[in-house]
């Protein structure tokens, strides 16, 4: 297959590639620097509204993960360039996408169980409603900019990521060090709840959903076992062998992070795969530690 994606040079975006060339995919990435044509790369700037659509021809899946980091502290300024980069991005690329001569099959855009906003010990999957907050806002939007994909008869799924495991970046890699140290522990109250995935089923998810015609609409890309905030840290701990008796209070996290704090860190959702599940994907880690001992390791 020859399939287009997005924010190739990111966590997901990387192993994905990997995985899709090893498979004898035919990968083209899109980038926001002078390409490397050599390297199936081709220039695009969604700010600027730059793509070269006679560089799109005979695709048959585009996978669309391009977005501005979040975890940061959010101002004015950078929740309008998370957001911006999301929206505008999709959008674009699903309408040149969709006045192609021979469409893609299948557009896949990123998406986050943000989604949900912060749900308690409700179990969501993708039939509940939407949440409050700004995550949610970004993420109703971001999902909404395929319709012209959508419009245009082309598969569209939007992934509901839950917070992607790896040593090599997101979440996990920035806090192991810290863990390594012995200096990790609960953050707020610990019920929290987390959806997480392993980036190699993450990766493998996505590869199913670009092969599964059934697929299509908002899709959970979480582990069938979400857990609570102190589980995940027992886990780790345990995993790496190491003490998870310094606590990070509500109070401590607001102050440091703010508003990115309280909806990243300190509220959570127990998302299930139920879309996944049914469609056949099996999961190599279904269970945290395996998911934590395997990504520590790779
Ligand atoms: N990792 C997670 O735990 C997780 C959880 C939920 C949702 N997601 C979503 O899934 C997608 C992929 O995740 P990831 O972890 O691979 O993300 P990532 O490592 O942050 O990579 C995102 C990629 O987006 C591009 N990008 C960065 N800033 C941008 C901007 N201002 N405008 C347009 N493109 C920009 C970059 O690629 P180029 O420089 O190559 O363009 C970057 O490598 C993201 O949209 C993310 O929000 C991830």
Redesign the pocket.
Known sequence: MRILI????????RALTERLRSAGDTVLV???RQPEASKGEIEWD?DARVLDSARLLGLDAVVH??????ASRWTEDSKK?IRD??VR?TRMLAEVVSQLPTRPKVFIS?S??GFYGSRGDEVLDETSARGQGFLADVCCQWEEAVAAARDAGIRTVQLR????LSRK???LARVLQAFKLGAGGVVGTGRQWMSWISLVDATAAIQHAIGTAELSGPVNLTAPQPVAHAEFTRNLGKVLGRPTLVPLPAFAVKLLFGEMGDELLLTGQKALPRKLLASGFQFAHPDLESALRWELAH
């Open positions: 997005s924010g190739a040079s990111g966590l997901i975006g899109l980038v926001r969604p993960l391009a977005g501005k980091p979040i360039a980069s999301r991005g990123a986050a169980v990521t839950g917070l992607v970046g997101g979440m």
